[in-house]
Structures are given as structure tokens and as C-alpha cells.
């Protein structure tokens, strides 16, 4: 793998830590939330780009974390709300 992607996982996977440290108990687990940060930024930095000033997408700019800390806030809700609703009560994917 080149550096800079190995570089640019690391900032998306420390965004979705950050976003799991922002929700109220009960958290995710952790490699929930790394994924998280992963797809929040794949799906939410383009589109971030695109709307601050239209450059090439890079994953050391300021708006990727931001977009990955944003898309993985969203995608751990309604992973939240969606657990909520299929496991039965004694039985809860965050704890």
C-alpha cells in the first residue's frame, strides 16, 4: 500500500473514534466505529470537497476529517436506532 493511504485510513479511523466518543452511553464498539470513520469519509469527503472550494479530493485536508467525523456520527445513529429496534432487550449490540 502507498504511505499516503495507509495515512488517510488512519485520519478516517480516527475520525470515527472521535465520533464514538461524542455519543452518549451505550458506545459502539470500536471496530464499528473505526468502520464508520472509513465509509464516512469515503462517502461524505467528495461531496465535502465539492461544496468548500471544488479541489481534489485529499484526505490530509481539514474538510476530510470533518466529513468522515460528520459521515460516521450519522452512520453509528442509525446503526444505534436499528439495533435498538431488532434485538430483544437483554441482548444489545452496544454496551
Known amino acids: 500500500m502507498e504511505r499516503a493511504v495507509i495515512v488517510g485510513l488512519l485520519i478516517s479511523i ?17 471496530l464499528l466505529a473505526g ?12 461531496v465535502a470537497h465539492r461544496i468548500s472550494s471544488g479541489h481534489e479530493f485529499h484526505a490530509f ?3 476530510s476529517f470533518i466529513a468522515g467525523f460528520v459521515g460516521a456520527l450519522l452512520i453509528l445513529l442509525v446503526v444505534r436506532r436499528i ?3 431488532l434485538a430483544p432487550d437483554d ?3 452496544f454496551s
Open 14 to 30: 480516527l475520525a470515527g473514534l472521535t465520533a464514538r466518543s461524542v455519543l452518549p452511553s451505550p458506545r459502539p464498539p470500536v
Open 91 to 93: 441482548r444489545r449490540l
Open 83 to 85: 439495533a435498538r429496534r
Open 61 to 63: 485536508q481539514p474538510e
Open 35 to 46: 468502520a464508520a470513520g472509513v465509509t464516512g469519509m469515503v462517502l461524505g469527503a467528495p
